[in-house]
């Protein structure tokens, strides 16, 4: 994460001088929305992993700051057109003026698409996300690029700081173009991602399956605990999912649980069948592999399957795990976990201690209830470690 953090600040520094240039309401609006525009770039660069995957392994950091910039950004974005419209002193349906009859305000008025479109991006991702579907969620992700793709010019046209500035319009003229060598790598990802074949199939248990699968071209390596991105083809959409076995022949296991179309389709594969693999990601039990401190490893249901290669390598007396089912048949490798752990394997909630890590995988609505138990039972947020399932 230093990589990509010294990467972010990099980027912000040719518009520090202008902070001293900013003597109106006006000058404010072009230097907020400079900002909103760098803050949206980089919404878009952190969405695609396999670009910030080169930078840092830990998938689930770049989410959070996602997350965390689509707040800053939504900020300096909706504050952009309040001050202009401020600044020419009119009324809020200045706003909404879409007029393409002459230069000026048709740069003007691909802002103000640009800002529709965010507030539909925006509203679903906040206010209106408990009634948006998560497929419909993600689908409207992609109003980012034609969003970038309109704030760039609009800022090219009537940015008086970019007008004035020649060697900040060129820095302009840079962001573009990355960003359409972003938006190509993006698109054309798929198409090289790695090549695996399905060898196996096994059902652990009423509604999860084990699929093993091989490769067919450079294996990749992934540590315990990481996890992969799977497609039925090039074009599909990508599923993540822990693995839960590394082979020595480099094979590459997953247990899945029935949930949803797309694991139905998985299921209706055979032997023979040829999925895109990308990956891996993830650094969340890294410091579980630390013998000095206890490991107190917390999986509700089918979030055991981060810790199953984990404890197949790395089990020891620092380590326990804690693996809460709703039936006895869904405890799902408990008798491998058994083996490798003894009476650290236990079904039931833990019990805080003093020096312990706490490492918690399940749905977001078990992550929050066991992290909460354990936080009010004094343990520190500086001792959790979490991952939900729709991370």
């Given at each position: 994460m230093r990589?990509?953090?010294?990467?972010?600040?990099?980027?912000?520094?040719?518009?520090?001088?202008?902070?001293?240039?900013?003597?109106?309401?006006?000058?404010?609006?072009?230097?907020?929305?400079?900002?909103?525009?760098?803050?949206l770039w980089w919404q878009v660069v952190l969405g695609t992993r396999t670009l910030t995957r080169r930078?840092?392994?830990?998938?689930?950091?770049?989410?959070?700051?996602?997350?965390?910039?689509?707040?800053?950004?939504?900020?300096?974005?909706?504050?952009?057109p309040l001050l202009e419209t401020i600044a020419a002193r009119r009324d809020l349906a200045y706003l909404w003026l879409i007029d393409f009859t002459w230069v000026e305000s048709g740069y003007t008025s691909l802002g103000r698409i640009a800002l529709l479109l965010f507030l539909a991006l925006w509203l679903t991702s906040t206010l209106l996300r408990a009634l948006v579907r998560h497929r419909a969620w993600r689908l409207m992700?992609?109003?980012?690029?034609?969003?970038?793709?309109?704030?760039?010019?609009?800022?090219?046209?009537?940015?008086?700081?970019?007008?004035?500035?020649?060697?900040?319009?060129?820095?302009?003229?840079?962001?573009?173009a990355l960003l359409a060598l972003l938006v190509g790598w993006r698109l054309a990802v798929p198409l090289w991602t790695g090549r695996y074949r399905l060898v196996a199939a096994e059902r652990l248990s009423p509604t999860v399956v084990q699929y093993t699968l091989a490769p067919l071209g450079r294996p990749r390596r992934p540590a315990p605990?990481?996890?992969?991105?799977?497609?039925?083809?090039?074009?599909?959409?990508?599923?993540?999912?822990?693995?839960?076995?590394?082979?020595?022949?480099?094979?590459?296991?997953?247990?899945?649980?029935?949930a949803g179309p797309f694991t139905a389709r998985l299921a209706a594969l055979r032997?023979?069948?040829?999925?895109?693999l990308d990956g891996p990601y993830?650094?969340?039990?890294?410091?579980?592999?630390?013998?000095?401190?206890?490991?107190?490893?917390?999986?509700?249901?089918?979030?055991?399957?981060?810790?199953?290669?984990?404890?197949?390598?790395?089990?020891?007396?620092?380590?326990?795990?804690?693996?809460?089912?709703?039936?006895?048949?869904?405890?799902?490798?408990?008798?491998?976990?058994?083996?490798?752990?003894?009476a650290r394997y236990r079904t039931g909630p833990p019990q805080p201690g003093p020096r312990a890590r706490y490492f918690v995988c399940g749905s977001p609505g078990f992550v929050a209830t066991t992290t909460g138990r354990l936080r009010a039972r004094g343990v520190t947020g500086g001792q959790l470690y979490t991952e939900e399932f729709d991370c």
């Open positions: 990589w990509l953090a010294c990467l972010m600040l990099l980027s912000a520094l040719p518009f520090l001088p202008l902070l001293g240039r900013a003597d109106s309401v006006g000058d404010a609006a072009n230097l907020v929305g400079l900002g909103g525009a760098l803050t930078l840092t392994a830990d998938r689930l950091a770049v989410v959070n700051l996602h997350r965390w910039l689509g707040g800053c950004g939504a900020f300096l974005v909706l504050l952009h992700h992609y109003v980012s690029y034609p969003l970038v793709g309109l704030v760039l010019p609009h800022a090219w046209g009537v940015g008086s700081y970019l007008i004035e500035t020649p060697w900040l319009r060129a820095y302009w003229l840079l962001l573009a605990g990481q996890f992969c991105y799977l497609r039925l083809n090039s074009l599909g959409r990508a599923h993540p999912f822990s693995v839960t076995r590394v082979g020595e022949d480099a094979t590459l296991s997953f247990a899945v649980k029935d032997p023979g069948a040829v999925l895109r993830g650094t969340f039990t890294r410091q579980a592999r630390d013998a000095d401190r206890p490991a107190v490893l917390v999986a509700g249901g089918i979030g055991v399957t981060p810790f199953v290669e984990l404890v197949r390598r790395h089990a020891g007396p620092h380590m326990s795990l804690h693996h809460v089912v709703s039936a006895r048949e869904e405890a799902v490798f408990a008798d491998e976990l058994r083996h490798h752990l003894g």
